[in-house]
């Protein structure tokens, strides 16, 4: 059931048009602007967008300077976390996303207020379908002081799917932030 959900957001994700796709992240960074947990937070983990995903870069940018804003970078089969200065700093690097090239953070220095967490599909309940990897799962499992912090799934409208088939490791978020319309 996995593959087949991860085939057809793939497809939607493929019909997507360039400009749905601006629109798309534009409100969704403005949903993330106006959230609670977003203003509170001090420091943000989270994540340079890939070509399919919603487009974070203007958010990024906008607050690097205002915030303490963690980016994660894939080494081997792990992640670690690593700060962002800005678009200027990053390096293409595993999977062809760019990365902060500076110093990995020591886990015990990971005191995150909220996490911004792609996925390729989410339900209501805050289940969460990645990539098929596990490197967030995993990330989560190693360092639980991170878990407690607020997990925001981010998603565009047609990933947010009635119900996502979950394992016992899996991390749920504590909301998924799609964009709704008034």
């Known amino acids: 059931m996995k593959a087949a959900l991860r085939k ?54 906008h607050y690097y300077q205002e915030k303490r804003l963690l980016l994660p970078v ?3 089969d792990q992640m670690v976390i690593r700060q962002y200065e800005g678009q200027a700093s990053l390096s293409e690097g595993a999977f062809h996303i760019l990365e902060p090239q500076g110093p990995d953070l020591p886990r015990p220095s ?27 799962d995993q990330f989560f499992a190693a360092n639980p002081q991170i878990v407690a912090a ?14 996502i088939p979950t394992e016992p490791h899996d991390i749920c978020m504590d ?7 008034n």
């Open 74 to 76: 894939v080494q081997g």
């Open 8 to 61: 057809e957001i793939k497809r939607l994700k493929q019909e997507l048009t360039p400009a749905g796709r601006l629109t798309f992240s534009q409100l969704i960074c403005q949903n993330i602007e106006q959230h609670p947990r977003w203003k509170a937070a001090q420091t943000v983990l989270a994540f340079y967008p890939l070509p399919d995903e919603p487009d974070l870069r203007p958010l990024l940018e």
């Open 175 to 181: 909301e998924v932030l799609g964009i709704f319309y």
């Open 110 to 136: 990971l005191s995150i207020d909220l996490v911004l967490v792609p996925g390729v599909a989410f339900d209501a309940a805050g289940h969460r379908l990645g990539r098929g990897k596990g490197y967030y």
């Open 150 to 163: 607020y997990k925001l799934g981010i998603a565009f409208p047609f990933q947010i799917v009635k119900e």
